[in-house]
């Protein structure tokens, strides 16, 4: 499939814009790519193709120390060649929510959406109903972003959406989070991880492993890996996720990983993996 190079970059224009790290772009780049492919490979395949984003965001952010603004994950969704037939958009931040309906109503004034303000995990009911209901004659895929600031995701949430046909694309922010707090999250009374992986058996595991510390980033990305194969999800290697580090000190980050049950979703997937490969073996 021919892929459309995408404009990651937008104006300023004077509402709210979160700061976000040098290490943003690439993950843009990569959303906008497999967005695309997404959109235009399901639309003939599917009656109604929706995209749900559970952490929106404003619609813009400014790249931290710069005055690059970038297309936050919901404009780019919107601005894909063909776009999806539905969009959800949940956010917690009223201020950035207000932002973010401007500029949706500005950019793509004729897309059907439907914003869900407040947390997405106590919201769920009202995002679950916003989602089509598919039919025989009526088939409906989504593909939903989980994308928080850290490993605050819950596993009830994204079962909940599992009823559905639906992919999921999710920053593992477990960089940063899971090394800084490791005592509190492995001997101390944290539920954190146990919500986010949806069971509290991990601890034995980790326990029994007796992996280093080191591990344990990608023992946590296996465990979630390992939920999401209990609903069904296909289970890849990890190498199969992208690994994100920062700009500046090459710390890793996150993973970004592909949910899906079709093969088909992982074709495009290696394809947006290979892409980012290359952007950086060119030093772009
Ligand atoms: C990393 S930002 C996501 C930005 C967006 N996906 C993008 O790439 O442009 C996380 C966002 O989630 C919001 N947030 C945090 N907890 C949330 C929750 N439980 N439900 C919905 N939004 C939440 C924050 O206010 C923040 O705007």
């Known amino acids: 499939m021919k892929v459309v190079s995408h404009a990651l970059y937008a104006e300023d224009d004077g509402l709210v814009c979160p700061e976000v790290g040098g290490w943003a772009e690439g993950k843009y780049r990569l959303l906008a790519l497999y967005d695309e492919l997404f959109s235009t490979g399901m639309k003939n395949k599917w009656d109604q193709r929706v995209y749900i984003d559970l952490y929106s965001g404003a619609g813009y952010g400014r790249c931290q120390g710069t005055k690059t603004v970038l297309k936050g994950s919901p404009i780019l969704a919107l601005t894909v060649p063909n776009p999806f037939d539905k969009y959800i958009f949940c956010e917690e931040s009223p201020e950035l929510m207000a932002a973010l309906k401007a500029r949706v109503g500005r950019i793509a004034p004729a897309a059907s959406v439907t914003f869900v303000p407040g947390s997405c995990d106590s919201a769920i009911d009202e995002i679950c109903a916003a989602i089509p209901k598919g039919s025989s004659s009526n088939k409906v895929l989504s593909l939903c972003l989980v994308d928080p600031f850290d490993f605050g995701i819950k596993f009830e949430t ?14 593992l922010a477990i960089g940063m989070d899971a090394n800084r707090n490791y005592a509190h999250y492995v001997d101390g009374q944290s539920t954190k991880i146990d919500e986010a992986l949806g069971n509290t058996h991990w601890r034995e595991r980790w326990k029994a492993a007796g992996a280093k510390r080191k591990d344990f980033r990608r023992f946590l990305a296996q465990e979630f890996s390992m939920s999401m194969a209990s609903l ?53």
Do not use: C, H
């Open 158 to 171: 994204l079962r909940r959406l599992s009823v559905v046909f639906i992919d999921f694309v999710v920053l």
């Open 232 to 284: 069904n999800y296909l289970q890849k290697p990890l190498d199969r996720m992208k690994l994100v580090r920062s700009v500046d000190k090459n710390l890793p980050l996150y993973y970004l990983g592909l949910f899906s049950r079709s093969e088909m979703a992982f074709k495009f997937w290696d394809d947006v993996l290979k892409y980012s490969t290359d952007q950086l073996s060119l030093g772009l």
